[in-house]
């Protein structure tokens, strides 16, 4: 399961840092990531880390927002600098090729998201 939080109301120029932690009997993770639904719009990738720690952003972002991982916390940051308000909507994390203590492997599994609104 993840958990996403630290979305809220924020003006232009303004920051904001989210978190997502994965909980669980987690074994290892592969990439974690964030994606943003903004209204009318399909999900986008905003940036991405690899275990490896390769990192990949969407060019509206590059220089503006950061992404860091914990990975003994299995939590992933994204630190967003700058807002505009074309960053409003809703940001969902993502954990790739999740593997369980148990031995259960996931390809894919989402957080519920949280809101992000930027006034201008």
């Known amino acids: 399961q993840l958990q996403a939080s630290g979305g809220g109301l924020v003006q232009a120029g303004g920051s904001l840092r989210l978190s997502c932690a994965a909980s669980g009997s987690i074994f290892s993770i592969g990439s974690m990531g964030w994606y943003l639904q903004a209204p009318g719009k399909e999900r986008e990738l905003v940036a991405a880390?690899?275990?490896?720690?390769?990192?990949n952003y969407a060019d509206s972002v590059k220089g503006r927002f950061t992404i860091s991982r914990d990975n003994a916390k299995n939590t992933v940051y994204l630190q967003m600098n700058s807002l505009k308000p074309e960053d409003t909507g809703v940001y969902f994390c993502?954990?790739?090729?999740?593997?369980?203590?148990?031995?259960?492997?996931?390809?894919?599994?989402w957080g519920q998201g949280t809101q992000v609104t930027v006034s201008s």
């Open positions: 880390m690899s275990s490896g720690a390769k990192i």
């Open positions: 993502v954990a790739r090729r999740v593997a369980t203590t148990g031995g259960y492997r996931y390809l894919e599994v």
